[in-house]
């Protein structure tokens, strides 16, 4: 417990900003933390979970149709699926901002009902506020939570310093390039310290090095807080090198077609030299052909539909 | 070995052209604002000499359409006389009476205006009761009330004020709504995960975002609430810039009009140049318009 303690506060250790802050905005998360072996509450539990939308016209579409899996605490699975099968819907529907139609989504055995507690999303598209700083939007969340203007601040610098933006605290999300965007997103959701962690595409419009570059900040940054994790993305390479689960969705309605446990060593190094790896080849491969069939059917369907 | 070198030609070379560039762009952007400010001024002197010119050869009557150095001599004589400027008393007074009237209505069309748009943005069911009700009081001809503000408040400055409250709200309480609705979805369920409260998701993502609509519609509002204090004047008072030019149309004086005319596109113009400098200050987080970061 005290040597998770002492590496949780490693990065910030002997600054007077960064101790403040653990005493202060992150006392719940870590006192979750100290053991989440059986940190039961960011226990993420789907069952049977089917969303529907009403379209325009009144009927009812049906986007994701009876999806079940789980995430255990502190794991990090990654969701791939074709385009439009759902992925983002049930995130949303994890976090609490919509409601499944049917079906039950659980966060630490209990039941979703409002914003889930202890949770941080990164969006799919830019959530930055274009009108606040830099430094504005990271402090966002502890501000919103009730610790004081200072020390909210004071964390926020810490942050950006820990994605690499110090110096731009007082840019406008508009004067930064799209990597260096995602970047204040990233530290924006690892502020409040949650115990789950959503994020949809988050390197999804990244040049490659750049991806690689933030995804090994991210596993760093996992590895000190050890939130539950669920990742969307396109890129299998991606969900493979950075997971310990895999679940592959069905083209929409979208459905669980199969999860892989991905058992490579922790902690990964480089993600990219991970994927020379004969293990990592065996598992990408195997995964592909499952996720192959579901997108070459999506593929047909919306090209189909359209002619 | 070769290609090194001629990356570092070209990288000189590249040097001196992004200063010969700047140079000649710095040139470009002078010869244009002269050539501006010259036609400007050309178009002034223009209508105002093509003015004169009519009024003096006589294919204008003076006496109907007044004469700009009519003007001028009238406008220094309202500010000249002091108490003896106008039957009721001194031109600033006059002056003083308008602006207070427009100024304390557009705050107050301003404010409620923002609030009633924020609060039908924010609530469907509040929108939903009320919006066919503003739907009608919008399409009255709104400067009507005006007689009715008089009959019921007298010539004091209520009425006009009133009047010009009612003018500016409706401009700004439906571009705050609209702004309310605009707002990015994205942003808002970002803000609601973080942990917002109602007031905060208010306070720190839909004003803000609705700011840029609410500035927008300042800009005409101000000529509203402006136009609302001369109409409750026109209609009966005892003071004020508008009481000025029904006292010159009776007394057929245009250039007396034209006199207090002009002393309101000034006001309006300081307003607007005020609005402008409120607006830079609170948008000064909006990338700059294609325009402003024009490329050469
Ligand atoms: N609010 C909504 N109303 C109606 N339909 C919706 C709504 N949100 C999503 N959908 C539909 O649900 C389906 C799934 O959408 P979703 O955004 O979850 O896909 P996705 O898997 O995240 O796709 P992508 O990988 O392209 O981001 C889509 O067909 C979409 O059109
Ligand atoms: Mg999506």
Redesign the interface.
């Given at each position: 417990m005290a040597v998770r303690d002492a590496t949780v506060t490693g990065p910030g250790a002997g600054r007077p900003g960064r101790a403040d802050h653990a005493n202060h905005a992150g006392r719940a998360g870590r006192a979750g933390r100290a053991d989440h072996a059986d940190r039961a509450d960011a226990r993420i539990e789907l069952s049977g979970v089917t969303k529907r939308f009403l379209t325009p016209s009144g009927e009812a579409f049906t986007a994701t149709r009876d999806v079940s899996f789980s995430v255990e605490p502190g794991q990090f699975c990654a969701v791939v699926g074709p385009t439009g099968c759902g992925k983002s819907t049930t995130l949303s529907l994890v976090s609490g901002l919509d409601r499944p139609s049917e079906g039950s989504v659980r966060v630490g055995g209990r039941e979703v009902d409002g914003i889930t507690e202890g949770i941080s999303f990164m969006f799919q598209a830019d959530a930055l506020l274009p009108w606040k700083t830099v430094l504005g939007n990271v402090a966002m969340g502890p501000m919103f939570r009730g610790v004081g203007k200072k020390q909210a601040l004071a964390s926020a610098r810490d942050w950006l310093r820990r994605v690499g933006l110090t110096g731009f605290e007082d840019h406008h999300p508009h004067q930064l390039s799209g990597g260096m965007r995602k970047r204040v997103a990233m530290a924006a959701a690892l502020i409040n310290e949650p115990s789950i962690l959503l994020m949809d595409e988050p390197f999804g419009a990244l040049d490659v090095q750049t991806k690689a570059i933030m995804s090994n900040e991210l596993l760093g940054l996992w590895e000190q807080l050890r939130p539950s994790v669920i990742f969307i993305t396109h890129d299998l390479e991606e969900a493979v090198a950075l997971a310990d689960r895999v679940v592959v969705m069905t083209s929409g309605p979208g459905s669980v077609k199969a999860v892989y446990d991905i058992d490579l060593p922790r902690p990964r190094g480089s993600v990219q030299s991970i994927r020379f790896e004969p293990r990592f080849l065996e598992l990408h491969h195997q995964i592909w052909e499952s996720l192959r069939e579901e997108v070459q059917r999506a593929y047909a369907r919306t090209t189909g539909e359209t002619s | 070995m070769t290609t090194d070198t001629t990356h570092a030609a070209d990288t000189t070379g590249t040097a001196t052209a992004d200063t010969r560039a700047t140079g000649a762009g710095v040139r470009a952007v002078r010869r244009r604002r002269l050539l501006v400010l010259t036609a400007r001024l050309g178009v002034a002197v223009v209508v105002l000499g093509g003015w004169q010119l009519a009024t003096t050869v006589g294919w204008l009557d003076p006496f109907f359409f007044g004469q700009p150095s009519g003007i001028a001599r009238r406008l220094v004589e309202f500010f000249s006389q002091g108490q003896q400027a106008t039957e009721f008393g001194s031109f600033w007074l006059q002056i003083e009476t308008t602006l207070k009237e427009a100024v304390l209505g557009f705050a107050l069309g301003a404010v409620t205006g923002v609030v009633f748009g924020v609060a039908l943005g924010q609530n469907q069911f509040l929108a939903d009761v009320f919006g066919p009700y503003l739907k009608i009081v919008n399409a009255i001809p709104r400067i009507v009330l005006g007689s009715i503000f008089v009959v019921a408040f007298g010539i004091g400055e209520t009425p006009k004020i009133l009047l010009a409250a009612v003018l500016v709200f409706f401009v700004v309480f439906f571009n705050a709504f609209q702004g309310v609705r605009e707002v990015?979805r994205?942003?808002l369920?970002?803000?609601?995960?973080?942990?917002?409260?109602p007031l905060?998701i208010v306070r720190?993502?839909v004003v803000?975002?609705a700011?840029t609509w609410i500035i927008a519609s300042l800009h005409t509002a101000f000529g509203f609430a402006i136009v609302g204090a001369l109409v409750g004047e026109v209609l009966g008072a005892q003071n004020g810039l508008g009481l000025v030019i029904k006292t010159a149309q009776n007394s057929f004086d245009p250039n007396g009009v034209f006199a207090a005319m002009f002393v309101i596109a000034v006001i309006a113009l300081s307003a607007e140049w005020l609005i402008t400098k409120l607006e830079h200050r609170l948008?000064s987080?909006?990338?700059p318009s294609p325009s402003e970061a024009a490329a050469i």
């Open positions: - | 990015d994205n942003i369920a970002n803000a609601r995960v973080l942990g917002a409260s905060q720190h993502v803000p975002s700011l948008l987080w909006r990338p």
